[in-house]
Each structure stands twice: as structure tokens, then as C-alpha cells.
């Protein structure tokens, strides 16, 4: 660059054009269920992006501290899941739509199942298979599992939970009728008073995106570079927030923005591309559903201007073969003995190099195993060079190059 101007990152430029574009908008009301957030600042709005390899991209008020609420219900059923297994988890909580508000009771009346982890009843269910003898214990090992996926100690806004205890009737109703079917099988009590902690537990936005470029990292924290959640339990989280985690606007939300996703009745959205970015967004404006106003708006542009919808996927397939060669073709600069010269040249014909690159997963490994197998009775030696290859899943490891040994 010439002079003095520096050049600024476009994602970057974007966020802050976006920023402003929406930063006068002020439709919406705050929550007002509890004091705490009735007084929230309506002027407050951050958005953060954070890249899998821990980038991160702030505009406006991203510092603003504000309470996690619904946000925490992913999380805690990430928690149930990788400690117990979805077999028993699924036990106590399913991953169907419930078709009702977020803090109906929605039990199924014959097993008093709670229809997914996103509403009140399924993540009061989830919250009580934290680990830990005592209320105590569970409530400090959900800390530090949150704090995984943040990336630093995160704590709870004291006011806030004593007005949610003292004013959350229809949760402790909730919990008492999971109880009376034994989805709870502690002291109702102490379970719904965690699931107040909870929901009081104190993030920003750029705790929001952080969180969510942990599950599009598949479980790995990008800040921390520490383990929050196995992989194999990050789609089965992303499912739920894709089918139930936008309270009842997922249909629209699948459409329009594309990616699994949280919202919080403080005002924050989390959403998360798979592989790519988490997006954090904080505006505590709501709409009658109950989503930050701003928020969807945040995500709506984000995902169409940046491409992000989840089934735009890349055509990753076609590059997978660098490279693709005869034995006959290549030749080797070293020097060998008469006797290592005859016993190359006899079958170089009937080698093949494959040089491949990029990620080896069901799509692109399928494209090299047809391929191999088109030409196999040609061959007697197949000659995989994988120097230029960035991963490997295991579908493709047992499937595919496991076979080629
Ligand atoms: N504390 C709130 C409740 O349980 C959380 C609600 C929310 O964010 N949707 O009612």
C-alpha cells in the first residue's frame, strides 16, 4: 500500500457498515418479566465474528456484558450429552419441535419427556445431568464448562438470578412436573434454581462468537485451543439449535440466514457456521417472539451478503486430485544400482499416482475411489500421496484409504 493507509480487513469494513446501517433501529421492547432487563440499555448493539482459527471481527458494543439466558440450553445439553451419552440422554429429553412457546410445559403425557432441549422444560432436564454430588458441585462444573467454550472464567449476575428465582413460578412448576415422571431425580428445587444460575450467567458478545466458533471448530475453543465439547456430539447441538433454537421463527430462519442458531430473551444471537465462524450479536430490543430485533437483522444480512447460508456448500469435490500420473512418467534423480534400475522399470507402467489435497471426507474420497476403481485391473501398484492433504475423517480413513494398503 502507498503512503500511510493502511488497508482495513473488508470483513471488517462490513461489520462497521452494518453496523451503523442498524444501529438507529430501535423497533422493538426489552424484556420486562424481571426488573434487571426491563432497565437493559435499548442503545446497546455489538456484533463479533470469530473465525475457527481465532480471528475475531468486532463492531459496536461488543464488551457489554448481559445475561446468557436461553443461550445456556445448547451448552448444557452439549454437557449432558458428551457426559452421558445420547442414549440415556435422549432418555429424558427428545429432539422433536414442540410446536408451543419456549415456556409451555410441552411433557409427552405418557413418559413426561420434554420435547427438545431448547425449551424451558428440556434444559431444565439437561441442567440436572450436569456432574456433581451436591446442587453445589453441579453448579461449578457447569461454570467451567462454560467457560470452555468462552475461553475465560465467565460468572453469574447475582441480581439477575434472585429475580428469576423469585419470579420464576412457571419454571418451578415445570420442574416439579418432571419430578412427578422421574425426568428429574433430584430435589426439583435445587435443579430449577441452577437452571436460574444458568440463565444469569454473565457474556458478551464477543463471549457469543467465541462460543460459537468453538462448535463451527467442532468442539475445539479457537482462543484457547482446549477441548470443550467431542466432536461427535457437535452436530447432534447444532441440530437442535437448527430445528428449535430460534424459538418459532425457525422456519423463516432456516430460509433466510441458514445456520443453526440461539437466542436469548436478553437480546444476544449466537449462530454458527459449520467449519467456518461463529457470530455473535447483542441488542436487547426484542421482537414479539422474543428474538433481538436487530439480531435477526444482523444475521439476515450477514449470511446473504457473506454467502454463509449452510447448504450453499463449497464444490470441494472437483480439486481433490492434484495431480494424477503413470509410474511412467516420472523419474527419479537418484542413483540406483543395474539391479534397483530392473526391478523399477518392470511394473512402472503399471503404477499410478494419485496426489491428492485438500480435506478427505465421504464426497472427495468417493471421487478417488471410482476413479481407482475404473482403472484397478490396469494397475499393480496405486501410489496415494497425501503430502498435500489437510484432513482425514474416519469415513473416509476405514472406507477408503484404510482399503488401499
Ligand atoms: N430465564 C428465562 C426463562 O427461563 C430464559 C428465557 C429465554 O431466554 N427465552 O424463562
Not at 481407482?372 to 472406507?399: C, F, P
Request: glycine share 8%; aromatic share 8%.
Amino acid at each position: 500500500m502507498e503512503g500511510d493507509s493502511k488497508m482495513i480487513s473488508p470483513v471488517l469494513e462490513y461489520l462497521e457498515r452494518l453496523h451503523s446501517k442498524i444501529a438507529d433501529q430501535l423497533e422493538g421492547e426489552v424484556a420486562t418479566y424481571i426488573p434487571e432487563l426491563a432497565r437493559a440499555d435499548k442503545s446497546h448493539f455489538g456484533i463479533c465474528l470469530a473465525t475457527i482459527d481465532g480471528q475475531l471481527y468486532e463492531a459496536g458494543d461488543t464488551l457489554k456484558p448481559f445475561t446468557i439466558q436461553s443461550i445456556s440450553k445448547p451448552f448444557s445439553y452439549a454437557t449432558a450429552l458428551a457426559d452421558h451419552g445420547y442414549a440415556n440422554v435422549c432418555q429424558k429429553v427428545g429432539v422433536e419441535l414442540s410446536g408451543d412457546a419456549f415456556n409451555a410445559v410441552s411433557l409427552d403425557p405418557k413418559t413426561g419427556r420434554p420435547a427438545n432441549p431448547m425449551i424451558n422444560a428440556g434444559a431444565i432436564a439437561s441442567t440436572a445431568l450436569m456432574l456433581g454430588d451436591t446442587p453445589a458441585a453441579k453448579l461449578v462444573y457447569m461454570m467451567a464448562a462454560y467457560s470452555k467454550y468462552a475461553g475465560c472464567p465467565l460468572t453469574i449476575d447475582e441480581a439477575v438470578y434472585i429475580s428469576e428465582r423469585d419470579t420464576g413460578f412457571r419454571n418451578h412448576a415445570i420442574a416439579f412436573m418432571l419430578r412427578n415422571f422421574g425426568i428429574l431425580e433430584d430435589d426439583p428445587v435445587a435443579m430449577v434454581d441452577l437452571y436460574f444460575r444458568q440463565c444469569s450467567v454473565l457474556i458478551d458478545c464477543r463471549d457469543l462468537a467465541v462460543m460459537a466458533a468453538t462448535l463451527a471448530a467442532g468442539g475445539n475453543n479457537p482462543l484457547t485451543g482446549i477441548r470443550a465439547l467431542d466432536e461427535e456430539h457437535v452436530a447432534s447441538v447444532q441440530s437442535v439449535m437448527g430445528s428449535c433454537g430460534i424459538y418459532d421463527y425457525a422456519g423463516e430462519w432456516t430460509y433466510s440466514v441458514g445456520l443453526p442458531s440461539k437466542s436469548g430473551v436478553s437480546g444476544g444471537i449466537l449462530a454458527v457456521l459449520p467449519g467456518y465462524l461463529g457470530i455473535g450479536v447483542y441488542s436487547p430490543l426484542l421482537d414479539a417472539r422474543g428474538n433481538s430485533v436487530r439480531g435477526i437483522e444482523v444475521c439476515k444480512e450477514l449470511s446473504k451478503y457473506f454467502g454463509l447460508h449452510m447448504f450453499n456448500v463449497p464444490h470441494s469435490t472437483r480439486a481433490v486430485v492434484h495431480r494424477s500420473y503413470s509410474g511412467r512418467e516420472v523419474s527419479s534423480n537418484r542413483q540406483r544400482t543395474a539391479e534397483e534400475i530392473e526391478h523399477l522399470s518392470l511394473p512402472s507402467k503399471r503404477i499410478r499416482i494419485y496426489e491428492l489435497q485438500g480435506e478427505l471426507v465421504f464426497g472427495t474420497a468417493e471421487v478417488v475411489m471410482r476413479d481407482i476403481l475404473s482403472i484397478e485391473d490396469s494397475l499393480d501398484y496405486i501410489i496415494l500421496d497425501m503430502e498435500r492433504v489437510t484432513g482425514l475423517n474416519s469415513i473416509a480413513y476405514e472406507n477408503y484409504a484404510e482399503r488401499m494398503r
